[in-house]
C-alpha cells in the first residue's frame, strides 16, 4: 500500500464521538462531493439523536460508535485519493492500484497523454517516452503484454498498472500479426511481405550483428528506421 494513504485524516478520529460522531463520514463526503457519504454520516447521526431524544441519555447510542468509525476507515483510503492533488498517490502496488481504478477511473492508454502515463499511471518517463514514440507513428495497443513487448517496460509495472488501465476506441483485429516476425524472418520474406530491400537488410544485419531485438521500440532505436515503415508487418 502506497505511504501516502498510511496517514489517518484528523475526521476519522472525531468519529469517535457518539450522536455525532456520524457528521464526520458526512463531512468527509461533503468535502470531496460524495452524496452516499454525507447520507450515511447524516443518517448515522440523525438516529443516534433520535434516540436520545426518545430514550434520553442511552446506552444504545454508543452501539453506533464502532460501525461509525468502522466507515470512517473504510472510506479513508477513497478520501485521500479524491483528495490527492495529480501525482502525489501513484500505483506502487497492485492493490492501490486497484483502489485508485475504483476512485477515479481506469486509464485509456490509446487516448492519454504522456503526463498521464507518469502522474497517474506512475511509469518512469522513460517508459512513458516509448509508449508515446510508439502511438506517434499510429501504432494503438490493444493489450498489457504489448508494453514489454513493444515498448520494454518491465512485466513487474505492467502487472502493477493493470487494474487502472483500459485499451478502449480500438477494433481488435482478428488475425492478430506478431511484431517478431522482425527477429526471425529472413531479408528475401521481409521483402516480399512489403519491405524495401534497404530497410529490410538493415533489419537482419542488426539482429544478426546485436542478437534479437527486445521490443518495438528498439527496433527502430537500433536501426534507425520509423516504425511506420514496417508498420504493416506487426
Not at 450522536?19 to 463520514?25: A, E, R
Not at 457519504?37 to 444504545?60: E, K, T
Not at 470512517?72 to 497492485?94: C, E
Amino acid at each position: 500500500m502506497s505511504s501516502a494513504l498510511k496517514r489517518i485524516p484528523e475526521w476519522v478520529w472525531w468519529s469517535l464521538f457518539p450522536v455525532f460522531g456520524g457528521l464526520t463520514i458526512a463531512y468527509a463526503g461533503y468535502l470531496t462531493k460524495t452524496k452516499k457519504w454525507w447520507q450515511i454520516g447524516g443518517g448515522i447521526s440523525a438516529i443516534a439523536l433520535l434516540v436520545v431524544v426518545l430514550f434520553g441519555n442511552s446506552w444504545l447510542v454508543y452501539l453506533a460508535v464502532p460501525i461509525q468509525f468502522a466507515i470512517a476507515m473504510n472510506i479513508k483510503n477513497s478520501y485521500l485519493i479524491k483528495i490527492a492533488p495529480r501525482g502525489t498517490i501513484l500505483p506502487t502496488d497492485r492493490q492501490t492500484a486497484q483502489l485508485i481504478a475504483s476512485v477515479r477511473g481506469k486509464v485509456d492508454l490509446n487516448k492519454c497523454s504522456k503526463d498521464d502515463l507518469v502522474q497517474i499511471l506512475g511509469l518512469p518517463i522513460a517508459y512513458a517516452n516509448n509508449i508515446e514514440l510508439i502511438k506517434a507513428e499510429g501504432y494503438m495497443f490493444t493489450h498489457l503484454e504489448e508494453l514489454t513487448e513493444l515498448a520494454d517496460v518491465p512485466e513487474k509495472s505492467c502487472q502493477t498498472i493493470e487494474p487502472m488501465v483500459a485499451f478502449n476506441y480500438y477494433e481488435k483485429s482478428a488475425d492478430p500479426i506478431d511484431w517478431q516476425r522482425l527477429n526471425v524472418l529472413p531479408l528475401s520474406e521481409l521483402v516480399e511481405l512489403g519491405l524495401d530491400r534497404n530497410s529490410a537488410a538493415i533489419i537482419c544485419t542488426e539482429r544478426q550483428l546485436h542478437g534479437a531485438y527486445r521490443s518495438l521500440v528498439e527496433v527502430k532505436r537500433r536501426t534507425g528506421l520509423p516504425i511506420n515503415l514496417y508498420k504493416h508487418l506487426i
